[in-house]
């Protein structure tokens, strides 16, 4: 039988304390989970897509979710970014579609002063999204799995539709009853995230916006993406200094989403789309 245990922010707490005084560098890959109407992203309508188009978006979806990220920590902060690099040239001996997955920049977090900071911007203007942070309700499962070395640990954490979400969602079928949209919009729901931590590596911090676990959490599959950890440094010398991000305006995450959502109104048609001037 399968035991559940909630996480508590005193559990937390001790096993900080206890903690070793290192530093480390974990590296991440992330794979997104492929739909089977990933068709719909080229085309609303009837008639099947071309088996040559078809297959061209499906590589182009690939190719825009395969990054790498490095998380660098220490007993009490981390920073989480993702590594650049170069596109290989492709041959134009057939069809080719780039497709891109936004993110946010640099993720700061620190459980000592309980805050965190991540880079974001808005066509170009660069913010500093500063907040505190929350323990996240973790369930602590007893379900164990090997992770390269490492011994590790299952946990799920739900994460429930916002306010923000239905908010958006509503004001979509308030349009789309006046106009069919030409991009539709998923109805949100609920989302349990699976992770995988090891308490072998003592710290609460984890890839993107996951931490709060006993052990750094080596991978993590939310039923859209996945996040998994392909190598981990240790290190037992002094402290290396860790940088929160300091580039841009400093502003909270409801201050930011509102001026993105002014700013996405006042530069889209009446379809939604987004239209950018020379």
């Not at 997104?32 to 109407?37: F, G, L």
């Not at 057939?94 to 991540?118: E, H, P, Q, R, T």
Request: glycine share 4%; proline share 5%; aromatic share 8%.
């Amino acid at each position: 039988m399968t035991k559940v245990v909630l996480i508590s922010s005193f559990l937390l707490m001790g096993f900080l304390a206890k903690a070793q005084e290192f530093q480390g560098k974990a590296e991440y890959f992330s794979k997104r989970i492929m739909k089977k109407n990933a068709e719909k992203i080229v085309a609303q309508k009837d008639e099947p897509l071309d088996p040559e188009l078809q297959k061209a978006v499906e590589e182009a979806m690939k190719r825009a979710s395969e990054k790498q990220f490095v998380l660098t920590f220490n007993k009490t902060e981390c920073l989480y970014e993702e590594q650049q690099k170069l596109d290989k040239p492709e041959a134009n001996d057939g069809m080719s579609i780039s497709i891109s997955f936004s993110s946010a920049g640099k993720k700061y977090l620190n459980v000592k002063d309980k805050n965190s900071i991540v880079e974001d911007n808005i066509f170009g203007k660069e913010f500093l999204v500063v907040e505190p942070i929350v323990q996240p309700e973790w369930k602590l499962i007893d379900e164990t799995k090997k992770i390269g070395d490492y011994n590790c640990f299952k946990a799920e954490l739900l994460i429930p539709v916002s306010e923000k979400q239905k908010k958006d969602y509503e004001e979509f079928l308030k349009k789309e009853e006046k106009k069919p949209a030409l991009f539709k919009m998923e109805k949100p729901e609920d989302k349990v995230v699976t992770a995988w931590y090891s308490p072998e590596i003592p710290v609460s911090f984890g890839p993107d916006n996951y931490w709060g676990l006993p052990g750094l959490i080596l991978e993590v599959n939310d039923g859209e993406n996945m996040l998994l950890c392909s190598k981990v440094v240790l290190s037992n010398k002094e402290k290396a200094k860790i940088k929160a991000p300091n580039n841009g305006e400093k502003t909270t995450q409801k201050k930011f989403d509102e001026i993105l959502k002014k700013k996405t109104a006042s530069m889209a048609n009446e379809d939604g789309v987004i239209i950018f001037e020379h």
